[in-house]
């Protein structure tokens, strides 16, 4: 029986052969890596990479899908919400399993894939942040203009607090455009690829307290941040320097992480 897509999970079933070719060469998986895949969907990247890999872990909400998934010899399916997914626990489940590079000295961090849905694609990606110690790399297909705003540079309209947080951990390239064309239903978005890889030695701060300077910074991102950023480090008796007569927008990274660590 079809599968009649689902407007309440943002489903959109990847169907273009050319474009699932080029995203499975981009992850380049090897057999026996620890990968788990994020909504499989139709399986349009799952059997691919499913042969290359021998085993694939992969979380998949909708019920009906699931049940279809689970009648996959290579396949452990995750039936969840991938929000509610401890990532730390499953790379240890994924770890344990015969198939994951055998021979080799483990444990492997978790190389994690999929095509997310577009609506809580935010979401999912600071959820995995939580969990960034036990994973290799990330593969995602997303809107076009989220994967700008997380690569995006300082000075430029789409460099924002997405931008920062990812950036202070990983280092991101999007590397395929993907038109609407190539889904079913075709989304009214475009969309890409972005891999992400988390830094080896990321500047040592308290991500929450990161999160919170960064919404307070781009909270009015047309004003100087003394009416924003200056205000909450007041009210934090802020000794140290920071320049507030600049908008968020024109502050680098490195400066937010700077003044994250002495905050």
Do not use: C
């Not at 788990?36 to 691919?48: D, H, M, S, Y």
């Not at 279809?68 to 994924?94: G, K, N």
């Amino acid at each position: 029986m079809k599968h009649i897509p689902r407007k309440r999970f943002g489903q959109h079933f990847l169907a273009d052969h050319g474009i699932i070719d080029a995203i499975v060469d981009a992850i380049h998986p090897q057999p026996g890596d620890p990968m788990v895949e994020i909504g499989p969907g139709l399986a349009a990247l799952t059997q691919p990479l499913a042969e290359r890999l021998g085993h694939l872990t992969v979380i998949e909400l909708d019920r009906d899908l699931a049940a279809r998934l689970r009648s996959h010899p290579q396949l452990s399916v995750v039936e969840s919400d991938v929000l509610r997914v401890d990532f730390t626990e499953l790379a240890a489940r994924v770890n344990a399993l015969p198939s994951t590079r055998p021979g080799a000295a483990g444990p492997h961090k978790l190389r994690v894939v999929g095509n997310l849905p577009y609506n809580i694609s935010t979401p999912i990606l600071f959820h995995l942040l939580q969990h960034v110690d036990v994973i290799e790399d990330q593969h995602f297909m997303l809107q076009k203009e989220v994967i700008d705003r997380m690569v995006a540079q300082p000075s430029t309209a789409a460099y924002g607090r997405l931008s920062v947080m990812l950036q202070w951990r990983y280092a991101m390239d999007n590397v395929l455009f993907v038109p609407p064309e190539s889904f079913d239903p075709p989304p009214r978005v475009d969309s890409a690829v972005v891999r992400m890889v988390p830094r080896a030695h990321p500047t040592p701060i308290r991500p929450k307290l990161l999160e919170e300077l960064v919404q307070v910074a781009f909270s009015q991102r047309r004003k100087l941040l003394r009416h924003t950023l200056g205000a909450w480090l007041t009210q934090r008796n802020f000794a140290g320097e920071f320049n507030v007569q600049r908008r968020a927008e024109e502050v680098p990274v490195a400066e937010f992480v700077a003044l994250a660590q002495i905050a």
